[in-house]
């Protein structure tokens, strides 16, 4: 049997290599439809790289807590305008959540900032030391305020790189700098190593951390002494994340005495959820593509089984000749089965072969990531096999039906 | 003491076309022993395809008995037929039939390569089977490189690899220049005198039915006339 199959296989390679032509624009629509796959999959995890990058950079385990709505009724304002978060529930939480390798707070206002004869509005944010660990800034130049600086509100700053570049000339070493916030003077003690682009796309490099103290003494104005804009908390271990929101929901609703029925007065946000957003914009992705790639495959198969077909019917009396020397059906099957499975699979290989060079050129040419995964190649080739063995059936089993009276008949 | 290789009795064809019933063979009964070389004659219409298709296997009366070698063919699946071919029947058709574009080694191992005989087997044979028709040397000949002639003897090797105990030759010489017919039938007639293999042939030239032994005329769907035209020659003892 095994000499049969090989013969036929080898049968089947030299009938394509006549017909070079017409195998070439049979094989097209498998070839195009798995480039097309191949290709955009690649560029498609290419971009979710970046984009789970992007979250990394956010910090590690990192759990955000934002103030909820001001009131559930009447004029509502936005995300953390209420006061509802205070110093203190972030102290608290630490104390009582083993979890919770740590927790910060923080305030944001944008504001005007000048050094010489420069200007820039930018988010100023005041912060507890710990806030920078937990979101996993580093430095370039200088370094970080210490719990000296916070209590006794010192005018000190950390700039990040979009602040540097706008204010400073190139080149010019901000750390020692005395930049001006809102009028009130601020020496540089550190900037800040640059993160790029957030998940959410805003530029996280444009950023001044100065202490929480200083902030809210100095700069801000607050009325509410001792409210934060957010809190943060981070755990060790990033399957801890959703055990420990639940604490922190659980202590926060008792600290701030909301009854079982009442909505909580905050949101929390791990970087797991954040990570759920983004796998649901990839998986919608991965949907259209296989969307796309079924119908071209589809395309392909009705192609291969067009062509075969034809060929059956040029092929009539070479069929009747085969039968009438002792070709049994499951011989005229496996013939035909074996010609669509090596049209499709060297249609798949050319089809990977095309779909790599195009993201290796995308990478090239428009400078995007691409991922090529094993995976995929090896599905691909898989799909086009059983495209092959689908859609030569038909054909196959008509050639295996024919009568051989009629066949060699046949003109 | 001769066995019947072939057992006809009482065979009936009947298709249906359209509403019409076309009786090709009516009760046709005939017994042709290992070793003969009879012609078969006959005018278009006569019967004489649809006897050569059931005694070929490659159709069953619709009525009536055939036993190849002692067998019921009529109760057959198609590929106990298909079987029955491969390991009993060689064909040699009038259009020759080779496969284009194919050599006329390949071409001669076709019967082989269903029999799942590996690759070295299949070749040793065919080029033997080849050598046999006088074709040493054009094993790797495309059938366009060939003349009819050379086609025909292909086609002939190709019956004959698998030793088969029957040839079926329908009309071999009609597509054949008088000499090719010649060489052709020249070949035939050895085949049958040296080999003992039966050949039972189609054809409606009277100089071609002359190299047969006994010469059967069909009308009608039976037997018109069954004559002996020639004393048989005696098979060879020897078995190559």
């Known amino acids: ?411 | 003491m001769m066995s019947a290789l072939i057992q006809c009795e009482d065979v009936w064809k009947i298709y249906r076309v359209g509403d019409v019933e076309v009786q090709a063979l009516r009760g046709l009964s005939v017994t042709i022993q290992q070793g003969e070389f009879v012609a078969i004659m006959g005018s278009s219409g006569s019967g004489k395809s649809t006897l050569m298709n059931i005694l070929g296997c490659l159709d069953q009366p619709t009525k009536g008995r055939y036993r190849l070698n002692g067998i019921e063919v009529g109760n057959l699946k198609p590929d106990q037929l298909a079987g029955i071919r491969n390991q009993q029947i060689g064909f040699v058709f009038q259009s020759f039939n080779l496969i284009p574009r194919t050599s006329a080694l390949e071409n001669a191992q076709l019967p082989l390569f269903y029999r799942g005989l590996s690759l070295k087997e299949q070749r040793a044979q065919a080029t033997a089977a080849l050598g046999r028709v006088g074709l040493q040397g054009r094993e790797h000949h495309y059938p366009t490189q060939l003349s009819g002639g050379q086609q025909q003897r292909v086609a002939i090797a190709r019956a004959l690899v698998t030793l088969p105990s029957l040839l079926l030759a329908d009309e071999p010489t009609g597509n054949l220049d008088t000499q090719s017919s010649q060489e052709i039938m020249k070949i035939l007639e050895t085949l049958n005198r040296d080999e003992g293999i039966t050949i039972i042939l189609v054809t409606h030239e009277i100089n071609i039915a002359a190299y047969a032994s006994r010469e059967i005329m069909i009308k009608d769907g039976q037997v018109l006339s069954d004559r002996v035209t020639k004393a048989r020659p005696t098979p060879s003892p020897v078995e190559a």
């Open chain 1, 1 to 411: 049997m095994s000499a049969f199959v090989w013969l036929t296989i080898l049968t089947a390679l030299r009938i394509l290599a006549r017909n070079r032509m017409r195998a070439g624009l049979t094989m097209l629509g498998i070839v195009i439809g798995v480039a097309v796959v191949i290709a955009m999959v690649s560029i498609g995890e290419g971009a979710k790289r970046a984009v789970q990058a992007q979250i990394a950079s956010m910090g590690t385990n990192v759990i955000v807590i934002f103030p909820g709505v001001t009131s559930a009724s009447g004029v509502r304002g936005s995300q953390g305008s209420a006061v509802t978060l205070t110093v203190s529930d972030a102290l608290d939480l630490k104390k009582r959540i083993p979890l919770l390798a740590d927790t910060g707070w923080a305030k944001r206002d944008v504001m005007q900032i000048v050094y010489g004869n420069r200007n820039w509005n930018g988010p100023i944010n005041g912060i507890s030391p710990s806030y920078l660990t937990i979101r996993d800034w580093s430095f370039t130049s200088g370094g970080p305020f210490t719990q000296t600086d916070l209590d006794s509100a010192a005018r000190v700053a950390l700039i990040g790189q979009t602040i540097v570049g706008n204010l400073f000339e190139p080149g010019e070493e901000p750390v020692g700098a005395v930049i001006r916030i809102k009028n009130v003077p601020f020496r540089v003690i550190g900037v800040l190593s640059p993160k790029g682009q957030s998940a959410q796309g805003s530029d996280q490099d444009d950023v001044i951390f100065i202490p929480f103290s200083t902030a809210e003494r100095k700069v801000f104005g607050t009325s509410f002494i001792g409210s934060v804009g957010a809190m943060f908390g981070s755990t060790d271990q990033v399957e801890d994340l959703p055990m420990a929101a639940e604490q922190i929901r659980e202590v926060l609703r008792a600290r701030h005495r909301i009854q079982t029925e009442q909505d909580d007065d905050f949101t929390i946000r791990t970087q797991v959820d954040i990570g759920k957003v983004q796998e649901g914009t990839s998986e919608t992705l991965t949907m259209m593509l296989f969307a796309i790639a079924s119908v071209s495959l589809l395309v392909g198969g009705i192609g291969i089984m067009n062509i075969l077909l034809v060929s059956v019917t040029e092929r009539t009396r070479e069929i009747g000749v085969r039968m009438a020397v002792g070709a049994k059906r499951r011989h005229i099957v496996m013939q035909f089965l074996i010609e669509a499975m090596t049209l499709s699979l060297v249609g798949g290989v050319l089809g990977i072969a095309l779909g790599i060079t195009g993201a290796k050129l995308t990478t090239l040419i428009a400078g995007w990531p691409t991922i090529i995964s094993g995976n995929v190649i090896i599905l691909a080739f898989f799909f086009s096999l059983v495209v092959g063995l689908f859609f030569g059936l038909y054909p196959a089993n008509k050639a295996a039906r024919l009568n051989p009276i009629e066949a060699l008949r046949y003109e």
